[in-house]
């Protein structure tokens, strides 16, 4: 038996609890891991909240999270590129959470932690860092496209995919105007991208930065600010949305590909180690809190990423439900 945190029903936050749960043994192609760190995202909390039932269906009690950084304990069938011992990091497997001392990873969506990689750095790279890179990839963009190189508008710019997004965008030498709150505006211009107020009068100030219009935007917000980006393009520029991207296909666009694979994990790691890339952790918080580690991302007001840390040796009381 493992301990994990997660929710008993659909609902709000009083639906959280410490439980016990039986792990089975990895099945073909997965991993198990003891988990060193494990990060926390919106969706984790949209899960439990049942705003993703048609997408992500699960069986209750359900354990939180979905990506975590850890060291092999035991590997399935059929696995040839991890053994017990190595420290990876990954995307937990379907039915698999990720605020639990040990769990389940598939191979194929799992890498090898570089050394120069902290455990809390890793285990934020599959959901933002994997995330930016796939909309990168998918929006194609080529900085020698016009005489002043590529410039890509990020929408909701100022959270941990935007930033990831963003820093990847200038590793590559894309102009970026990232569209965020002032509360987000160090967060933002700390990549070498340009913050833009995202009051009222964005979409002005975006038209006077690239008044030929911008090569590609990339949306995290949906909606009408969506809808107002689309016409902010260059003609034919790609738009991609992880926000809305059944509207975002409906103004010509799409939404990102998610690849969750390990050559994906493996270069974003590299990227991170080399330090070209900061996965922006900046609240850490132990297994026993749990509940606040989730309530700081709820809020909507935490800047950067959230990440909670596992002590294996630590014999904390975990009794409190609802942290």
Same mark, same amino acid.
């Given at each position: 038996?493992?301990?994990?945190?997660?929710?008993?029903?659909?609902?709000?936050?009083?639906?959280?609890?410490?439980?016990?749960?039986?792990?089975?043994?990895?099945?073909?192609?997965?991993?198990?891991?003891?988990?060193?760190?494990?990060?926390?995202?919106?969706?984790?909390?949209?899960?439990?909240?049942?705003?993703?039932?048609?997408?992500?269906?699960?069986?209750?009690?359900?354990?939180?999270?979905?990506?975590?950084?850890?060291?092999?304990?035991?590997?399935?069938?059929?696995?040839?590129?991890?053994?017990?011992?190595?420290?990876?990091?990954?995307?937990?497997?379907?039915?698999?959470?990720?605020?639990?001392?040990?769990?389940?990873?598939?191979?194929?969506?799992?890498?090898?932690?570089?050394?120069?990689?902290?455990?809390?750095?890793?285990?934020?790279?599959?959901?933002?860092?994997?995330?930016?890179?796939?909309?990168?990839?998918?929006?194609?963009?080529?900085?020698?496209?016009?005489?002043?190189?590529?410039?890509?508008?990020?929408?909701?710019?100022?959270?941990?995919?935007?930033?990831?997004?963003?820093?990847?965008?200038?590793?590559?030498?894309?102009?970026?105007?990232?569209?965020?709150?002032?509360?987000?505006?160090?967060?933002?211009?700390?990549?070498?991208?340009?913050?833009?107020?995202?009051?009222?009068?964005?979409?002005?100030?975006?038209?006077?930065?690239?008044?030929?219009?911008?090569?590609? /935007?990339?949306? %995290? !917000?949906? =909606?009408?600010? $969506?809808?107002? *980006?689309?016409?902010? #393009?260059? +003609?034919?520029?790609?738009?991609?949305?992880?926000?809305?991207?059944?509207?975002?296909?409906?103004?010509?666009?799409?939404?990102?590909?998610?690849?969750?694979?390990?050559?994906?994990?493996?270069? /974003?790691?590299? %990227? !991170?180690? =080399?330090?070209? $890339?900061?996965? *922006?952790?900046?609240? #850490?918080? +132990?297994?026993?809190?749990?509940?606040?580690?989730?309530?700081?991302?709820?809020?909507?007001?935490?800047?950067?990423?959230?990440?909670?840390?596992?002590?294996?040796?630590?014999?904390?009381?975990?009794?409190?439900?609802?942290?």
């Amino acid at each position: 038996m493992v301990l994990a945190y997660g929710f008993t029903e659909y609902g709000g936050p009083q639906t959280q609890s410490f439980f016990d749960l039986s792990l089975p043994p990895p099945g073909a192609g997965q991993i198990v891991v003891s988990v060193r760190a494990a990060g926390v995202n919106p969706a984790d909390w949209k899960v439990r909240a049942g705003t993703r039932k048609d997408t992500v269906p699960v069986t209750l009690p359900a354990v939180l999270g979905r990506e975590v950084s850890g060291v092999v304990t035991s590997v399935g069938p059929r696995v040839t590129e991890f053994e017990v011992g190595d420290e990876v990091f990954g995307s937990t497997a379907t039915g698999f959470g990720g605020y639990t001392e040990t769990t389940v990873l598939n191979a194929s969506q799992a890498a090898h932690k570089p050394a120069a990689v902290s455990w809390a750095d890793a285990a934020v790279i599959p959901v933002a860092c994997g995330t930016a890179y796939d909309a990168l990839h998918d929006l194609g963009l080529d900085t020698s496209a016009t005489d002043t190189g590529a410039t890509l508008l990020v929408l909701g710019a100022g959270g941990g995919v935007g930033t990831s997004t963003l820093a990847l965008a200038r590793a590559r030498g894309i102009t970026v105007l990232g569209v965020a709150s002032a509360a987000k505006h160090d967060a933002v211009e700390a990549t070498g991208s340009l913050w833009v107020d995202s009051g009222d009068l964005w979409a002005d100030a975006v038209a006077a930065l690239a008044p030929s219009g911008v090569n590609g /935007v990339f949306d %995290l !917000v949906g =909606g009408e600010t $969506l809808q107002r *980006a689309a016409s902010l #393009r260059r +003609p034919g520029a790609p738009l991609i949305s992880i926000a809305d991207p059944v509207a975002a296909t409906e103004l010509g666009g799409s939404g990102v590909e998610r690849r969750r694979t390990t050559a994906v994990f493996t270069a /974003v790691a590299e %990227l !991170v180690a =080399g330090g070209s $890339l900061d996965p *922006a952790v900046r609240q #850490r918080f +132990p297994f026993e809190r749990s509940g606040s580690a989730l309530a700081a991302v709820e809020s909507g007001h935490s800047a950067g990423k959230v990440v909670i840390e596992f002590d294996h040796a630590s014999e904390a009381d975990l009794s409190e439900p609802g942290d």
